[in-house]
């Protein structure tokens, strides 16, 4: 069945902090909560198109059991970029968005504290996948951000209409994600709009392939199916380039290739500044 449009609110905010936790919760962070609100997003019916919910939650199901060597791969690089990421934060209250949360393997890296992690951030995930939100809130909670003060969101939306007011965030992270976005240039023209001046978009995408033309060119004939099988999935982006080129006050980013995930293998990952 078809899915509804993006709402005013999140259809269910479950927030992840000590002092819900436990009768011991003296002893636990003071809960982040909700330190920035939601907004009614602009253009949504454009981007947010309707949707079926068997075929969502099979997609979230693999999404959500059938990664984990990919996540192994790109570990040491998401841990480099996280750990920039949540050095440049503010010391607390940081409001942290991720774009197509999915699953949320990244709650790891958020809930590092091997780092100068910052205190009470505010987590707001956005995915226009409903049946992503249960394996989303697992990960959160196997990660122990609940643990450390962090409240969690997680909301119907799109890239492309984000249900957020301007200037509220510091730190956008964009993983798998800019690869099914039905216009990855007005993602990103929203994502620049949502960040505080000086707020960080980490990014780490499969693209085109740079060094190979047998597989460029196998990803540009793959592509059209991949699209149909994988929620939207491009295999043929060019996404740092569009990175470049979107406006940010600077790129700190690279072209990588993974080894032994063929059409995934060329990556594209960095912190860009608005």
Known sequence: SARRAAPLLSRRALFLGGALACPCCILQPEAASALTALA???GAQEFDLPRDKARDSGFAYGMANSMAEYERAVAPRKKELFSKLLASLPETDAVVVELGMGSFPNAEYLAATDTASPQRMDIVGVDPNDSMEGYALRSARR???LDHGHSIRVVHGVGEALPLRDRVADAVVCTLTLCSVVDPERVLFEVRRVLKRGGKLLFLEHVLSETDGLLARQQELATPMQVAAADGCH??????KTVEEAGFASVDA??????GFYFLNPTASGIATA
């Open 40 to 42: 009614k997003p602009s």
């Open 143 to 145: 990660a122990g951000l």
């Open 235 to 240: 295999l043929n982006r060019r996404t740092l």
């Open 254 to 259: 690279a072209y990588t290739e993974l080894s």
